[in-house]
């Protein structure tokens, strides 16, 4: 149970009973490293936008990670499917003892266990990704903000409402692409080249 | 961008409402907001059109192409036995997930995060700019045009600052007179100024109807029917 909850049901949570963050998660080393990237970054590269590619810079050991894990999991996934297989072979199978389809069977749990375990810890450090790169992003909109006069942004033409939309819609975009950038960059290029080779290797290869 | 436009002129009409009642400018802007929203629920429903054509993708694709492999294979000669269905069906899933739902909401959430940042990016460059323009500014802004009134209604404000010079010129009216249309009578006479960047322009006449005419105002809404050159820069 969550250390949280086991303290709030007994009395009430204040600000000291909060979880840490950890170090490398606060706004304010995130904002510096996003803004001195895209610093560093003075014009586009092969059409990435600077932005993205300072966004990409500041949070690749977390991109790395989220990698591993969604590669895990397919890994996994095609693991199970080739267990599913072999234990249905087992158990239309007379001559063999009834022990190997249990293993098959205890194998094929396992793994699916193991597999639904990883999606959760890859989804949950993708969404902590992807929830970095908003905080940044905000972060750096509003230290320029701060920096300018009121009355000449108020004369630039920028409008509240526009600047509400950039904060609210526009960073939304970067959490939700958060979730599918380390999926499709190492999970679906391997999976799905595996799959249809194996698949076809097992479903027509005994036709050959 | 279509979200962006209908906010600013939104947020103009709720800023300058007392004038849009005034002047009686409802049905232009009505007209006027209704077309961009139009234009924005155009490209909303689009979007979902698309969406709707994955996720119809996203249900049908495992079944016909389970049944595209099975055919194949049954008359190829082949014997479907129970392991080989199951486990050809659940690779197929697999791929339904990874294909059908991984790869497309990738592709939708990358070119979005592409066209996010773009979007921010431009707002930054913007506010790089005017930082720059914080900087070079002095703190306090000097008043820039003297004015001098006429009796009504003619109303003419002229004068220049005099370290105006070696500022950039944003707007220069020569003789300008301004209509709320062609057959309507001016409410500005013989209006000669030069506006550069950091100046404050103050037009005073009888009644408050002339604190409406200031600069925004300098806008197509207004017809200049006489007058000069009309020079706008940045």
Redesign the interface.
């Known amino acids: 149970v969550n250390p949280l909850i086991s303290v709030g049901i007994t009395r009430q949570l204040n600000f000291e009973d909060l979880l840490q963050l950890p170090s490398h998660d606060h706004s304010s080393p995130l904002i510096s490293q996003l803004k001195s990237a895209?610093f560093h970054y003075s014009h586009s590269i092969c059409g990435?936008?600077?932005?993205?590619l300072a966004?990409c810079s500041t949070v690749w050991v977390q991109f790395l990670l989220v990698g591993f894990y969604y590669l895990l999991e397919g890994l996994l996934?095609?693991f199970s499917?080739?267990l599913?297989?072999?234990?249905?072979?087992s158990l239309?199978n007379t001559d063999q003892s009834i022990d190997q389809s249990f293993v098959l069977a205890l194998l094929l749990s396992l793994a699916n266990l193991l597999q639904n375990f990883i999606h959760h810890v890859s989804f949950f450090y993708s969404m902590k990704m992807g929830n970095n790169m908003k905080i940044a992003?905000i972060g750096?909109?509003y230290d320029?903000?701060f920096?300018?006069?009121g009355n000449?942004?108020q004369s630039?033409?920028?409008?509240?409402?526009?600047?509400v939309?950039?904060i609210s819609?526009?960073?939304q975009?970067?959490e939700?692409?958060s979730?599918?950038?380390p999926?499709?960059s190492f999970?679906?290029p391997i999976?799905?080249s595996l799959?249809?080779i194996?698949?076809s290797v097992?479903?027509?290869g005994?036709?050959l | 961008m279509q979200t962006d436009l209908r906010v600013r002129h939104m947020s103009e009409v709720i800023d300058g409402i007392s004038s849009v009642k005034g002047y009686g400018w409802e049905q232009p802007f009505i007209s006027l907001i209704l077309t961009i929203r139009n234009s924005e629920l155009f490209n909303v429903l689009r979007a979902q059109r698309l969406r709707a054509i994955n996720y119809c993708l996203y249900f049908c694709s495992p079944h016909i192409t389970l049944f595209a492999i099975f055919l194949v294979y049954f008359h190829l000669g082949g014997k479907l036995t129970l392991p080989l269905v199951f486990s050809t069906m659940s690779f197929v899933q697999i791929l339904r997930l990874d294909i059908g739902r991984f790869f497309t909401r990738a592709i939708e959430t990358s070119s979005e995060a592409y066209a996010s940042s773009l979007r921010i990016e431009k707002y930054l460059n913007l506010f790089a700019n005017l930082k720059e323009a914080n900087a070079s500014e002095p703190p306090l802004l000097p008043p820039a045009i003297v004015p001098s009134f006429s009796p009504p209604p003619a109303v003419a404000v002229a004068g220049s600052a005099s370290n105006s010079s070696s500022r950039q010129l944003l707007l220069k009216v020569k003789n300008g007179s301004f209509a709320h249309s062609l057959s309507a009578p001016p409410v500005l006479q013989h209006l000669n100024f030069d506006l550069h960047r950091g100046e404050l322009l103050m037009i005073i006449g009888p009644g408050h109807r002339f604190s409406y005419l200031l600069l925004p105002h300098l806008t197509p809404l207004f017809v200049i029917i006489s007058g000069g050159r009309k020079k706008f820069s940045s």
């Open positions: 895209y990435i936008p600077r932005l993205l966004l996934r095609i499917t080739i599913l297989g072999l234990f249905l072979q239309q992003t750096f909109i320029c903000l920096e300018i006069r000449l942004l630039s033409g920028i409008s509240t409402g526009q600047l939309n950039l819609n526009d960073v975009r970067f939700e692409w979730v599918v950038w999926l499709s999970s679906l999976t799905d799959l249809p194996h698949s097992s479903i027509f005994k036709l």
